[in-house]
T-cell receptor, first 117, second 113 residues
Framework: DTAVSQTPKYLVTQMGNDKSIKCEQNLGHDTMYWYKQDSKKFLKIMFS???????INETVPNRFSPKSPDKAHLNLHINSLELGDSAVYFC????????????????FGNGTRLTVT | AQSVTQLDSHVSVSEGTPVLLRCNYSSSYSPSLFWYVQHPNKGLQLLLK??????LVKGINGFEAEFKKSETSFHLTKPSAHMSDAAEYFCVVLNTGGFKTIFGAGTRLFVKA
């Protein structure tokens, strides 16, 4: 069984469109994330979300918004897509290990390659 | 604040020779450190983690890393490279506030036949 699954795997769309990427985890983790990986493989965290707080990387445009219908899902919505949004987007999850605040290792999905034309 | 620096953007080795991927970290306390591997067109997979139990940590696929507090390093090694080890490797440190994980810029490992 896939622990963290993202759909779609590939997404090709035109500038100005609105699109969503879905993510689901079946690990029972309480925190989920979205990362953007550029062409140079640099990973940039976009959001961190659990049932207590949403942390937003201030460099992420507000065209990007995470939406969590429940603990196991964190979808990424992107409005008015731009050429520079082309990248691979990774969803991940982890478990907060109690009062220490230490998180377990991240578990990643296989990524969604977004191409904006 | 915590930070992590991977000292080499690319490393090239011959098959059967040792691998060394270097990572330095900055932390005001004893950190939790990880190495992840990313094969082409794949997600990231955990190789190993250090959480203050033992300074030498063994991971999957024959990799290991040694935590050296005096040098603030967490270098990844493998005695003998295999072609299948060719991938991108990320060193990661856990953070205390805000975002929990900080990724290094990655090191691309090439393995020559």
């Amino acid at each position: 069984d896939t622990a963290v699954s993202q759909t779609p795997k590939y997404l090709v769309t035109q500038m100005g469109n609105d699109k969503s990427i879905k993510c689901e985890q079946n690990l029972g983790h309480d925190t989920m994330y979205w990362y953007k990986q550029d062409s140079k493989k640099f990973l940039k965290i976009m959001f961190s979300y659990n049932n207590k707080e949403l942390i937003i990387n201030e460099t992420v445009p507000n065209r990007f918004s995470p939406k969590s219908p429940d603990k196991a899902h964190l979808n990424l919505h992107i409005n008015s897509l731009e050429l520079g949004d082309s990248a691979v987007y990774f969803c991940a999850s982890s478990q907060d290990e109690g009062t220490s605040g230490v998180h377990s290792p991240l578990h990643f999905g296989n990524g969604t390659r977004l191409t904006v034309t | 604040a915590q930070s992590v620096t991977q000292l080499d953007s690319h490393v090239s080795v011959s098959e059967g020779t040792p691998v060394l991927l270097r990572c330095n970290y900055s932390s005001s306390y004893s950190p939790s450190l990880f190495w992840y591997v990313q094969h082409p067109n794949k997600g990231l997979q955990l190789l190993l983690k250090y959480t203050s139990a033992a300074t030498l940590v063994k991971g999957i696929n024959g990799f290991e890393a040694e935590f050296k507090k005096s040098e603030t390093s967490f270098h990844l090694t493998k005695p003998s490279a295999h072609m299948s080890d060719a991938a991108e490797y990320f060193c990661v440190v856990l953070n205390t506030g805000g975002f929990k994980t900080i990724f290094g810029a990655g090191t691309r490992l090439f393995v020559k036949a």
